[in-house]
């Protein structure tokens, strides 16, 4: 009894310390067990319902919505593009074409021919230029008796001219100018020879009148005894060439 009695007041000093006992029942991070049967329940019928897949209907030819950026008091792009302003443009879906049929390659394929075109005829830019080299152009108005005919005609029309005796050079020409120019020593207006007072610019021109060029004055000039002298005047300024005569050209000439 002692035994029994000690064993039952050591249990009671036990639950007095330690406290209730917890409750097996409950799962670990959740509430009370039926309210975890009660929510596993709810997922269990929510996954076993049939679902309904709603997809919408695909979108051909159509642009993807943009927000539209308004400044201050303009027109929105729905506006503009009512009225055919800025409208986008896109692609056109073509009709459907008719299949064609294979190409079978043992056939021949039919090749349409290309007209030819008329060579455009040679308009010459210049009509005074004789075509008689040309034989197509010969060809097209010629024959043989017009080409004889006018062989006769040319051959009617020729003259021959004899030859006669070369005429004679006279022994004496004048003066020889050019010998002259080559060995003038000074330069066409530089003084060379003492003139007159008498020589004047009146008497100058009226006399170089009389000549038909400056080089008959020149020759002249010297065969009256030039340059030394001046009988006419018509080298006031001294230079040995009268009437403007210029030795220039013939020094050019022999490279002096």
């Known amino acids: ?18 406290g209730s006992a917890p409750d097996d029942t409950r799962g670990v ?3 009370d067990y039926e309210q975890f049967e009660i929510e596993r329940a709810r997922r269990e019928a929510a996954l076993a319902a049939p679902r309904t897949a709603i997809v919408p209907p695909p979108r051909v030819n159509t ?14 792009s729905s506006d503009l593009a009512a009225a055919g302003i800025g409208a986008s443009t896109l692609p056109q879906t073509l009709p459907p074409q008719p299949a064609q049929p294979p190409l079978d390659a043992t056939q021949p394929v039919a090749v349409q021919p290309v007209p030819a075109q008329p060579a455009a005829p040679v308009v ?5 230029i004789s075509d008689e080299q040309s034989f197509d152009a010969v060809a097209g ?3 043989i008796e017009s080409d004889a005919q006018r062989r006769a005609a040319q051959a009617a029309a020729r003259q021959q001219i004899a030859p006669t005796a070369v005429p004679e050079r006279p022994s004496s020409t004048g003066p020889n100018i050019v010998e002259y120019a080559i060995n003038a020593p000074n330069a066409r207006g530089q003084e060379w020879y ?9 008497r100058f021109q009226r006399n170089c009148a009389t000549y038909a060029n400056d080089d008959e004055a020149q020759r002249d000039f010297l065969a009256r005894g030039g340059p030394e002298r001046d ?18 050209p013939f020094k050019q000439a022999a490279g002096r």
Do not use: H, Y
């Open 1 to 18: 009894m002692k035994t029994g009695t000690g064993l039952l007041i050591a249990l009671v000093a036990l639950s007095a310390c330690g």
């Open 141 to 143: 108005r010629e024959s």
């Open 63 to 76: 642009v993807p919505d943009q927000p539209q950026t308004l400044p201050p008091g303009g027109i929105p």
């Open 194 to 202: 003492s003139r007159s007072l008498l020589s004047g610019q009146g």
């Open 29 to 31: 991070g959740f509430g």
């Open 124 to 128: 010459p830019n210049n009509s005074g």
């Open 231 to 248: 009988r006419r005047g018509i080298d006031p300024d001294g230079d040995g060439f009268a009437c403007g005569w210029d030795p220039a």
